[in-house]
């Protein structure tokens, strides 16, 4: 069965660093892409940063220049190394497969437990 796993997540303070992993199936890193996605209480879930199946890669605004995206083929795991984290930062991380339709791209991939993420001092 498909399965997306995601790990790494913790309390780290202000200005602190995390990775977090997504540990996927074989068959789900050949959609077109592969992304994070992130939910806060109260708040809708969102689009983080995206990684295509080429490594083209795109961020949402309030992360970037502090996140990166990045995927290992080999070992089917997909990462986003997160530093200056901000309280702002605080969410459950989730990582899905997207697939590409026209201009748009659509989620391909079962959501997973996530990982909490949360920046506090």
């Known amino acids: 069965q498909v399965q997306l796993v995601e790990s790494g997540g913790g309390l780290v303070q202000p200005g602190g660093s995390l990775r977090l992993s997504c540990a996927a199936s074989g068959s789900i890193f050949r959609s077109d892409a592969m992304a994070w996605y992130r939910q806060a209480p109260g708040k809708r879930r969102e689009l983080v940063a995206k990684?295509?199946?080429?490594?083209?890669?795109d961020y949402a605004d309030s992360v970037k220049g502090r996140f990166t995206i990045s995927r290992d083929n080999a070992k089917n795991t997909l990462y986003l190394q997160m530093s200056s984290l901000e309280p702002e930062d605080t969410a459950v991380y989730y990582c899905?497969?997207?697939?590409?339709?026209?201009?748009?791209?659509?989620?391909?991939?079962?959501w997973g437990q996530g990982t909490q993420v949360t920046v506090s001092s």
């Open positions: 990684i295509t199946s080429g490594g083209s890669t």
């Open positions: 899905n497969a997207l697939r590409r339709s026209g201009g748009s791209y659509y989620l391909d991939g079962p």
